[in-house]
């Protein structure tokens, strides 16, 4: 079997933002921190306190993600998406504005002509998102 997940890098802050999309998308989170891990010794100076590895399942889907813990500066997150396809626009409004708090949306959420309802943002953490309902108005 084919699996495609998506992985993120965080600027130190994996530990919050994995909780944060826990409590938006209703997942179930699990952590390993740098610290008491096999990697512990392997990793920068003051990493400790950093995550090795988040993984987030929610419904069948799957974010992993951790800190960078690498010694050349963080690059940031950039020529990516995370997309999101809930089954109707009342749904994908809601996630879109929760992903929305303390974040920016580069498209304001709305109805176009392959959606009821899609929207991007990037959340408070530097995530890219597209939200978007199933439905297709034309259909």
Known sequence: ???????LFFDGDCAEAM??????????LSVVPV??????????PGSED??????????????????WLDTTPFPGQSGFSVTLTVADAA???ALFDKLLEGGKATMPFGKTFWS????QVVD?????WMV???SNPQS
Do not use: C, N, W
């Not at 079997?1 to 992985?7: G, Q, R």
């Open 132 to 134: 978007m309902a199933e």
């Open 91 to 93: 749904a994908a409004k």
């Open 50 to 67: 950093k995550l090795l590895h988040a993984r987030l399942d929610v419904d069948g889907a799957v974010i992993m993600a951790s800190d």
């Open 116 to 119: 009821e309802g899609f929207g």
């Open 1 to 7: 079997m084919t699996k495609l997940e998506t992985y």
């Open 19 to 28: 909780k944060f999309y826990e409590q938006v998308l209703s997942g179930k």
């Open 124 to 128: 408070k953490f530097g995530t890219p």
């Open 35 to 44: 610290k008491g891990s096999p990697a512990e010794p392997h990793v920068p």
